[in-house]
């Protein structure tokens, strides 16, 4: 169990939707990050935050957006939901960023566009 | 950006046999981290190994060891005495030591696919 919580597991959705994807970082984690794993596109990284901030982007669609919470845990918002967005969304935490620990990754949303 | 290239799309090895996985990387940076991470079917991402690049000494965690070479940008992963267990996808990643446009995100290979057969 790397402590990294991520719901739903599995979410079944049409195209044009919207749907939220949850995470909670591991205790004491103050760093966020999202990645995608597709057949096509493999592991990509999509957006980092850190202590509520936005750090650094990837390849993220401009349907797609994320936050933060004070509570530090956080969402990633898919909006207009196209076939291809079907994936894997992985959450990772890591205390700070910058230093040598190694990001711990939640379990994934497995998202299915229909 | 750095790439990371794994040229082993599937490899297969016998119980109790060793197998090494190839990495290669593209960087122009000279202090990074490499990590290799195991995807099992069960969808987890496992790490394994991590390896920081100011160190000369390769990493090693039980059966797993890395050979790191670092004028060769190569981060090959050798599993020894391997178990049914070991069965799944492996990536290798790259991520920078300094904040670079990416911040400290995790570069993926594609993977390799390991068949482990008794």
């Known amino acids: 169990d790397s402590g990294v919580t991520q719901t739903p597991k599995h979410l079944i959705t049409a195209t044009g939707q919207r749907v939220t994807l949850r995470c909670s970082p591991r205790?004491?984690?103050?760093?966020v990050y999202w990645y995608q794993q597709s057949l096509d596109q493999g592991l990509q990284f999509l957006i980092q935050?850190?202590?509520?901030?936005?750090?650094a982007k990837g390849n993220i669609l401009e349907r797609f957006s994320a936050q933060q919470f004070p509570d530090l845990h956080s969402e990633l918002n898919l909006s207009s939901l196209e076939l291809g967005d079907s994936a894997l969304y992985f959450c990772?935490?890591?205390?700070?960023?910058?230093?040598?620990?190694?990001?711990?990754f939640g379990d994934g949303t497995r998202l299915s566009i229909l | 950006a750095q790439t990371v290239t794994q040229s082993q799309p599937e490899m297969s090895v016998q119980e109790a046999e060793t197998v090494t996985l190839s990495c290669t990387y593209d960087?122009?940076?000279?202090?990074?981290?490499l990590f290799w991470y195991k995807q099992p079917p069960s969808r987890q991402m496992i790490l394994v190994i991590r390896?920081?690049?100011?160190?000369?000494q390769n990493a090693t965690e039980n059966r797993f060891s890395v050979n790191f070479q670092k004028a060769a940008k190569s981060f090959s992963l050798k599993i020894s005495d391997s178990q049914l267990g070991d069965a799944a996808m492996y990536f290798c990643?790259?991520?920078?030591?300094?904040?670079?446009?990416?911040?400290?995100?995790?570069?993926f290979g594609k993977g390799t696919s390991l068949l482990v057969t008794p």
């Open positions: 935050y850190y202590n509520g901030e936005e750090r």
């Open positions: 990772a935490s890591s205390l700070l960023p910058g230093l040598s620990q190694p990001q711990h």
């Open positions: 960087t122009s940076e000279s202090d990074y981290y």
């Open positions: 990643a790259y991520r920078s030591a300094s904040n670079s446009n990416s911040g400290y995100a995790l570069n």
């Open positions: 205790s004491g984690d103050l760093s």
């Open positions: 390896q920081e690049a100011y160190k000369q």
